[in-house]
């Protein structure tokens, strides 16, 4: 089996499956973890990778419902039976509305990375599949709560207490909420552990499962345009870097060789 490993959450569709190949087609022999909540979502997606990658040699599918404390519980304990380290935790899994949002894109990244975090060896990378909403609403939110959330001494209770008392506030867009909040987490980590590599992403409007019911007249990026993101952030712009925000900036139609990722402010 291949001496690094990584951890891929929501990886079964969209932008997780992209992130698998991206991670596989390293000259680096990864072996990917493509977590899913269906284990059968998991090994359908395994089995359509295409042969050049050596998949399913190096892949291996983990069960993770990231909502689960127990779901979480058990995914740890079958990654340590597999690897004995991880050098990569991609936190992607998300959702766009419903009554888990907030659950599902924050509470949960702070559950998984937490629980994986024992097992990032120093000189590790975690990455954070958020969007540009999330840099977009800090930069709407009144000067003390922006303030609040943007202190260097900002701890993740704090941080926590804050996105619970903006949830209750009438006509909050959620799902930006939950972007902002792991932006925030972003930041908080990788103050707190200066030996390892910790970044947020954003993909950028992709066309992707999450985008099924958009109507409007914007067009989303090819999913493998998108996912360069994710490249740049482990191997690329962002290799070795910490603390920062990379935003996919290409728009749909854009060839893969001219994909542009760039570095942007955590409030925008
Ligand atoms: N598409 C966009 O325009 C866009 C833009 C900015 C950011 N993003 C972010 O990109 C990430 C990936 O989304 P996507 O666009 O690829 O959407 P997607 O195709 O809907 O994929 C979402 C993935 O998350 C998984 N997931 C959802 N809830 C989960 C849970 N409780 N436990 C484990 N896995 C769960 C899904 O698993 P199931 O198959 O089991 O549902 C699926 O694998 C999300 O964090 C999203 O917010 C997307």
């Given at each position: 089996m291949?001496?690094?490993f990584a951890l891929i959450t929501g990886a079964n569709r969209g932008l997780g499956f992209e992130c698998v190949k991206t991670i596989l087609r390293q000259t680096d022999p990864y072996h990917v973890l493509l977590?899913?909540?269906?284990?059968?979502?998991?090994?359908?997606a395994v089995a359509s990778l295409p042969s050049s990658l050596s998949a399913p040699s190096r892949v291996s599918v983990i069960e993770l419902d990231v909502t689960s404390p127990a779901s979480i519980t058990a995914a740890v304990a079958s990654v340590k039976s597999l690897a004995p380290s991880l050098s990569v935790l991609v936190n992607n899994a998300g959702i766009?509305?419903?009554?888990q949002t907030l659950s599902?894109?924050?509470d949960a990244v702070l559950a998984v990375t937490q629980a994986f975090m024992p097992l990032l060896a120093d000189g590790s990378c975690i990455t954070t599949t958020s969007s540009s909403c999330g840099t977009r609403f800090l930069a709407s939110l009144p000067p003390q709560d922006a303030s609040d959330l943007s202190s260097s001494e900002l701890t993740v209770p704090e941080l926590s207490a804050k996105i619970t008392e903006l949830s209750n506030k009438p006509d909050v867009d959620i799902y930006s909420l939950s972007k902002c909040a792991v932006n925030c987490y972003t930041r908080i980590l990788a103050r707190?552990?200066?030996?390892?590599h910790i970044t947020a992403v954003s993909p950028g409007f992709t066309n992707t499962g999450m985008c099924a019911n958009y109507t409007g007249t914007r067009q989303p990026k090819e999913v493998a345009l998108g996912a360069t993101v994710f490249h740049e952030a482990l191997f690329g712009l962002g290799k070795g870097r910490s603390g920062i925000f990379l935003k996919q900036n290409s728009s749909a139609g854009t060839e893969l060789k001219d994909a542009e990722t760039i570095e942007t402010a955590w409030s925008t």
């Amino acid at each position: 089996m291949s001496s690094k490993f990584a951890l891929i959450t929501g990886a079964n569709r969209g932008l997780g499956f992209e992130c698998v190949k991206t991670i596989l087609r390293q000259t680096d022999p990864y072996h990917v973890l493509l977590c899913s909540r269906s284990v059968a979502a998991g090994e359908k997606a395994v089995a359509s990778l295409p042969s050049s990658l050596s998949a399913p040699s190096r892949v291996s599918v983990i069960e993770l419902d990231v909502t689960s404390p127990a779901s979480i519980t058990a995914a740890v304990a079958s990654v340590k039976s597999l690897a004995p380290s991880l050098s990569v935790l991609v936190n992607n899994a998300g959702i766009l509305e419903g009554e888990q949002t907030l659950s599902t894109n924050f509470d949960a990244v702070l559950a998984v990375t937490q629980a994986f975090m024992p097992l990032l060896a120093d000189g590790s990378c975690i990455t954070t599949t958020s969007s540009s909403c999330g840099t977009r609403f800090l930069a709407s939110l009144p000067p003390q709560d922006a303030s609040d959330l943007s202190s260097s001494e900002l701890t993740v209770p704090e941080l926590s207490a804050k996105i619970t008392e903006l949830s209750n506030k009438p006509d909050v867009d959620i799902y930006s909420l939950s972007k902002c909040a792991v932006n925030c987490y972003t930041r908080i980590l990788a103050r707190a552990h200066p030996e390892l590599h910790i970044t947020a992403v954003s993909p950028g409007f992709t066309n992707t499962g999450m985008c099924a019911n958009y109507t409007g007249t914007r067009q989303p990026k090819e999913v493998a345009l998108g996912a360069t993101v994710f490249h740049e952030a482990l191997f690329g712009l962002g290799k070795g870097r910490s603390g920062i925000f990379l935003k996919q900036n290409s728009s749909a139609g854009t060839e893969l060789k001219d994909a542009e990722t760039i570095e942007t402010a955590w409030s925008t």
